[in-house]
């Protein structure tokens, strides 16, 4: 291979190792081959609609794109820092099975709108097969919601016991979570649904090309109004770096919750066997590495979130190399987003409830006491501020004698209150309707449960529609 670069034109001494060391991005930019030849091949029918190519040229050039596909995918491609990037790689190449003709590829066309192409490509592609990947993430939520509307769990805030809610409950919570982060993305996809090439280096081309016929072909939505724009700007990757830091920080808190849950302490689930690692000197543990992990990746998005911020911060229009520094970031979130998504689809598939080990802490942490506060307000009219307060003592004297409200004996309430011996105490602590009175839209109920799994099924079925027709 000749040393000569296909720029090279007006320079006189070849690059020194050191600038095609750190110019090249061939080592990470390979990965777009795909979209790159997908491109080159809309670029080249325009170059043949407005005479620059012959009808024979213009075969030539997609047949020599196909090949170079096909190599790539074979492992057959040589690839070489002297190329810099995946554009001049395709271009050198096709040259050399095509001859001269090759060289005309690159007429009205600038790397600076032929890489801003590329990425928005990479970015809608990633996008549907992240939604793809989150929609059957809702399906499973949902399903597993349904499964465990019976089982009652404890509500924590401060992360101490709260109040009883049902399974479902807790399930859905994270339902509604994700529905926010596939809208995100969906937003993300609409950023990004403008076509840029056309915008050549920075001011436009000197060819009567057709842009809207190139942008319906690869069906983006509307053209860039400003080449200068088209180039330089890089928002379509800060949100989709925005929607994925958003999915691994709500990942990171349900995977906190998985670990913690699935400890000795609390043991209210289980992870199986295939999701979770052993020890190589502690022969008892199972660990949660998986949520572990995922928890641990959303660092990694906010770093790359904060790489773009960063790398864009102050730079003058239109076009800086510093830009090629913008797919490391890209590449790396695509990657983990879509690895976590179906990493925390098999943990929620696949992990078991406990409904007696979270009993047991609800009676423990007390849940129902302001049940019981509530059933002396609406059964015996006591006012709630003195309600509060011989619910309080109740629990006191539990405390002392290391009981629930569900095993003092009937001198023991009858000492605090004559409300409390009778056989009322029973149904106002009672896990479960306390979970039933929480008859609100969006509550803990059982019937408003059955409701939110409706609601949760239509929005499925909308989301599925607009991605349809998106
Ligand atoms: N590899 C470059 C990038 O990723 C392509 C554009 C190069 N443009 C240039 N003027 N050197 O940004």
């Given at each position: 291979m000749t040393n000569k670069k296909l720029w090279g034109g007006r320079f006189q001494a070849e690059s020194s190792s050191i600038m095609e060391r750190i110019g090249e991005s061939i080592s990470f930019d390979q990965s777009l081959y795909k979209v790159d030849i997908q491109g080159s091949k809309i670029h080249a029918k325009n170059l043949l609609n407005i005479g620059i190519l012959s009808e024979e040229e213009y075969q030539k050039i997609i047949l020599g794109l196909e090949q170079i596909q096909k190599e790539i995918e074979n492992n057959e491609f040589e690839f070489t820092p002297k190329l810099e990037d995946i554009h001049m790689h395709i271009e050198y190449r096709l040259t050399q099975i095509i001859g001269e003709t090759g060289k005309k590829l690159h007429t009205a066309r600038s790397r600076n709108d032929q890489i801003a192409l590329d990425v928005r490509l990479y970015v809608r592609e990633s996008i549907s097969l992240i939604c793809k990947k989150l929609f059957d993430l809702l399906e499973i939520l949902l399903t597993k919601a349904e499964q465990s509307i019976d089982i009652i769990m404890p509500g924590y805030t401060h992360l101490q016991v709260a109040q009883p809610i049902r399974a479902s409950h807790y399930l859905l919570s994270y339902f509604w979570t994700f529905v926010r982060d596939y809208n995100q993305f969906l937003f993300t996809f609409s950023v990004n649904d403008s076509f840029v090439l056309g915008s050549g280096a920075l001011a436009g081309v000197n060819y009567k090309i057709n842009r809207e016929l190139m942008q319906k072909e690869l069906n983006?939505?509307?053209?860039?109004?400003n080449s200068m724009d088209a180039v330089s700007q890089r928002d379509h990757i800060l949100n989709f770096l925005f929607a994925g830091s958003l999915l691994l920080m709500h990942f990171s808190r349900l995977c906190e919750e998985i670990i913690l849950f699935s400890s000795v302490e609390f043991g209210f689930i289980s992870l199986p066997d295939s999701l979770t690692t052993g020890s190589s000197i502690m022969p008892q543990k199972k660990n949660p590495d998986i949520a572990e992990l995922i928890r641990g990746k959303s660092a990694r998005l906010f770093a790359n979130l904060q790489h773009v911020f960063v790398l864009l911060k102050g730079l003058p229009l239109a076009y800086n190399r510093d830009l090629q520094e913008d797919k490391i970031p890209l590449f790396d979130a695509n990657e983990q987003i879509q690895i976590s998504i179906e990493g925390i689809s098999e943990v929620i598939k696949n992990f078991s409830f406990h409904p007696q080990k979270m009993q047991a802490s609800l009676k423990k942490g007390f849940a129902t006491a302001t049940d019981l506060a509530d059933y002396l307000v609406f059964q015996?009219?006591?006012?709630f501020r003195e309600a509060h307060e011989l619910v309080g003592s109740l629990v006191g004297l539990a405390v002392q004698k290391g009981k629930t409200l569900f095993d003092l004996t009937y001198e023991e309430r009858a000492s605090i209150s004559p409300f409390f011996a009778t056989e009322e105490y029973f149904t106002a602590i009672s896990l479960e309707n306390s979970a039933d009175?929480?008859?609100?839209?969006?509550?803990?109920?059982k019937n408003r449960q059955l409701e939110q799994i409706q609601v949760a099924k239509k929005t499925l079925t909308n989301l599925h529609k607009i991605w349809e027709t998106t």
């Open positions: 983006f939505s509307k053209l860039s109004e015996h009219k006591v006012p009175k929480k008859d609100v839209f969006g509550g803990t109920a």
